[in-house]
């Protein structure tokens, strides 16, 4: 079976890359911020200066979200242009050619189809005992 990628379309390109950037950089300013503000606090209770061991709270939040946002638009940008640069290239050279062999899948034995449905069912747990005045759980 031949497969052929002609063109790729920018809208999905720009919403997976935007999404997938901005989450990368969102969670690595998380992983650095940590370790920096650990850092610089422990250097600030150290030395006892009293503005370095309190820096950080919102304005940290707010400028790791402003860099996590321009690094994601920037890295965006430039799948958007790698996407154009892909286009212009396919359409001149006819895209790239995938021959692809259809391969059956063998289920492990223990998942074999059906194997689901015959599985016994387990009952639910009995209810308390009943306490002298019928109350379950009294005694």
Known sequence: MTWELKRVP????VRVAFLVFFLLALV???LYSTVLMGIVRSVGDAL???LISGA????????????????????????????????AIASFSGGLRLELEEETVIPPSGLAAGAGASAPIVPPPPPPPAGNDGEPGES
Do not use: E, K
């Not at 920018?10 to 390109?13: N, T």
């Not at 950080?56 to 996407?83: K, M, N, P």
């Open 48 to 50: 006892d200066i009293p």
């Open 28 to 30: 690595l300013f998380l």
């Open 10 to 13: 920018l809208g999905p390109v």
């Open 56 to 87: 950080g709270g919102i304005a940290l939040v707010f400028a790791g979200l402003l860099v996590a946002f321009l690094s994601a638009f920037f890295y965006t940008l430039i799948a958007v242009l790698v996407t154009l640069f892909y286009n």
